[in-house]
């Protein structure tokens, strides 16, 4: 398809284990994100992608949190020793990115499905 | 950090009424978008509004950014069942910054 999507859609870990969580953006866009999304509320900005570099990684909640896109292309966002407040759903988005382009409003990111995460 | 306040936070009515969302904020954006948003799916954008004061129509919904560039409110007009969903709005940060700063959401249920 051409949208974003993500994988795996649901996630059940225990306590402790590390999980990876994968995105693969539309073909051609340079910026992608990632977001934390719990219990049906805002979205939480973690990281952001310009090409492999991540200018913005001031969301990222602590070092057990880590991403990294290779290629221009995928991402993953790893999260070491889980714990439970790391339950929620995570939310991958791209966009065309570019400064020009965010400074006409246009920065329209377009989102995947979500990887929902559950440690038990 | 910019927060952005949206009220009310749920929000259930009968098919046919109207309502208004708010979405408030200490900080002023570049621009501002609403973003509507179902189960197990991502959010997905409705609008952008850019310019302080500009009104934007999309069928029966409203969208308005405040004339300081720190407020927006959503309006429905004859709310239909297919309107019910979780509304997101969205602040672009400063030039050079490309990260979305999410309200806090508005859960709306339009009741046949």
């Known amino acids: 398809g051409a949208g974003v999507s993500q994988s795996p859609s649901n996630k059940v870990t225990e306590k402790g284990k590390d999980v990876e969580l994968r995105c693969d953006p539309i073909?051609?866009?340079?910026?992608l994100y990632w977001y934390r999304q719990s219990l049906g509320q805002g979205l939480e900005f973690l990281i952001y992608f310009q090409g492999n570099s991540a200018p913005d990684k001031s969301g990222l909640p602590s070092d057990r949190f880590s991403a990294e896109r290779t290629g221009g292309s995928v991402s993953t966002l790893t999260i070491q020793r889980t714990q439970q407040e790391d339950s929620a759903v995570y939310l991958c988005?791209?966009?065309?990115?570019?400064?020009?382009?965010?400074?006409?409003?246009?920065?329209?990111?377009?989102f995947g499905p979500g990887t929902r995460l559950t440690v038990l | 950090t910019q927060l952005l306040e949206q009220s009310p936070q749920f929000l259930s009515i009968q098919e046919g009424e109207n309502l208004t969302v708010y979405c408030n904020s200490s900080?002023?954006?570049?621009?501002l978008q609403w973003y509507r948003q179902e189960p197990g799916e991502g959010p997905v954008l409705l609008v952008t509004?850019?310019?302080?004061?500009e009104v934007k129509k999309l069928k029966r919904l409203t969208f308005q950014f405040g004339d300081a560039r720190k407020d927006s409110s959503l309006h429905i007009t004859a709310a239909q069942p297919g309107d019910t969903g979780l509304y997101l709005c969205?602040?672009?940060?400063?030039?050079?910054?490309?990260?979305?700063?999410f309200g806090t959401g508005t859960r709306l249920t339009i009741i046949p």
């Open positions: 969205a602040g672009v940060g400063n030039f050079g910054n490309e990260k979305l700063t």
């Open positions: 073909s051609g866009h340079t910026a």
């Open positions: 900080s002023v954006f570049s621009s």
């Open positions: 509004v850019v310019t302080g004061g």
């Open positions: 988005a791209s966009s065309l990115g570019g400064v020009l382009y965010v400074a006409g409003g246009r920065n329209e990111q377009f």
